[in-house]
C-alpha cells in the first residue's frame, strides 16, 4: 500500500491517520476486528487444549463436512470450486463469509489456495488448524507466511471484516504477515 491507501486505512480502522502503519496501527487493527468478532466468541482459544476440547484431534476426517460452495466462484488454479472440506462446527459461518465475499469480492474467492490439510504449522512441532479443518487461505501468491502485510500483502480489510465477523481470526492482522490465513480460534 502506498502512503495515501494506509491512511484511508488508519481513517476506517480508528487510529491517527499519518501514513505509517507501526506497532500503534497494528494494535487498531486488532481491536477494530475484535470489535467486528461476536460476542461470545464462537471459537476456542487456540491453546492445545481447547482445540483438543473443541475441534478433536488434527485429521479426524469424522469431523470433517464437505461445505458446498457451488456458484460462490470459488477457484482453485484456476479450476471451479464446488465443495470445501472444513470441520463441521466452522461450516455454517464459513459459508456466511463466502456468500458475502462472493458479492463484494470474487477476486478473492478466485483465488482459494486451501483448507483441510492434515500438516504441522510451518517451521514448527504443532498442528496447523488447517489439520482440523478449522483454517482457510486465499490469495497466496500475494499474501504469504513472510509478506508483510499491509505494506506488502494485498488482502483487502473489508475480507478481514468479513471474516471477523464470523469469529475468524486473520493472521495478516494479528501477526502483520501471513494476510492468507484465516482461522477460526479467539
Not at 502512503?3 to 499519518?18: A, H, N
Not at 476486528?33 to 461476536?38: A, D, Q, R, T
Not at 464446488?82 to 461450516?91: P, Q
Request: aromatic share 8%; net charge positive.
Amino acid at each position: 500500500m502506498n502512503k495515501k491507501e494506509i491512511i484511508e486505512l488508519q481513517k476506517r480502522i480508528g487510529t491517527k491517520p499519518d501514513g505509517f502503519w507501526g506497532p500503534i496501527s497494528m494494535a487498531a487493527c486488532i481491536a477494530h476486528l475484535k470489535n467486528l468478532m461476536p460476542k461470545p466468541n464462537p471459537w476456542p482459544s487456540p491453546s492445545e487444549k481447547d482445540l483438543l476440547s473443541f475441534y478433536g484431534k488434527p485429521g479426524d476426517v469424522s469431523k470433517l463436512v464437505n461445505l458446498d460452495v457451488a456458484g460462490l466462484g470459488v477457484k482453485y488454479e484456476g479450476k471451479t470450486v464446488r465443495t470445501i472440506r472444513v470441520h463441521k462446527l466452522i461450516a455454517p459461518r464459513l459459508h456466511s463469509v463466502l456468500v458475502e465475499l462472493s458479492k463484494s469480492h470474487p477476486n478473492v474467492l478466485a483465488e482459494y489456495a486451501g483448507a483441510y490439510n492434515l500438516r504441522k504449522m510451518r517451521g514448527g512441532n504443532k498442528y496447523s488448524l488447517h489439520a482440523r479443518g478449522a483454517a482457510i487461505d486465499f490469495m497466496a501468491w500475494s499474501n504469504g507466511l513472510r509478506t508483510h502485510w499491509p505494506m506488502g500483502a494485498d488482502m483487502p480489510i473489508e475480507v478481514m471484516e468479513a471474516f471477523a465477523r464470523q469469529g475468524f481470526k486473520s493472521l495478516g492482522a494479528v501477526i502483520s504477515r501471513d494476510a492468507m490465513h484465516f482461522e477460526a480460534t479467539r
